[in-house]
């Protein structure tokens, strides 16, 4: 079975990117390996998506808010998809990526806005976690192998309306 990169992109990289490049990496099987980046790095992941990736079985030394000029680099890995998790980094001029990896954006509420309890806010992070996981899941359960550049790129942005 080949295994994909995939690389979330949310503007801080604090919370929805970093959820995803732990689902991506710990629940699909081995199907994906999850990255994550940000325009502007907050500097630090949200206590809140830590908790959820560190229960999810994702190794906290792994965990950190990064710029997505690292994944420009010629010595990055090559990226398979890139989805964007919010609508700020949707909306911004990316780096070029290597090779020609399929888009979409996948745009959730950022959980890290939610006032409230410490359980009202870990609700809006489990929220986000679990509509992650349903796209993360659909995608996986695609024939990656076998879809032209053409129609999956249309059946990756399609998980949107999920």
């Known amino acids: 079975m080949k295994t994909y990169n995939i690389l979330f992109l949310c503007t801080h990289n604090s919370a929805r990117s970093v959820l995803g490049e732990a689902l991506a990496s710990t629940q699909t099987n081995g199907k994906f390996v999850g990255y994550s980046a940000g325009s502007t790095p907050a500097g630090a992941v949200n ?17 950190r808010s990064k710029s997505w ?6 010595t990055a890995p090559k990226m398979d998809f890139i989805i964007t998790v919010c609508d700020n980094a949707a909306g911004e001029v990316c780096p070029v990526w290597v090779g020609t990896p399929v888009t979409a954006h996948w745009g ?3 959980p ?4 409230g309890t410490d359980e009202d806010k870990r609700r809006a992070f489990f929220d986000v976690m679990l509509g992650l996981r349903q796209r993360l899941q659909l995608m996986a359960d695609l024939p990656l192998e076998q879809l032209a550049q053409m ?6 942005r399609e998980l949107a309306n999920v």
């Open 69 to 74: 000029d690292e994944f420009a680099l010629p």
């Open 112 to 115: 890290s806005r939610v006032q």
């Open 108 to 110: 959730f509420p950022d």
């Open 47 to 63: 206590p809140f998506a830590r908790d959820l990736a560190i229960e999810m079985g994702y190794p906290e030394a792994k965990l």
């Open 151 to 156: 129609s999956l790129q249309e059946k990756v």
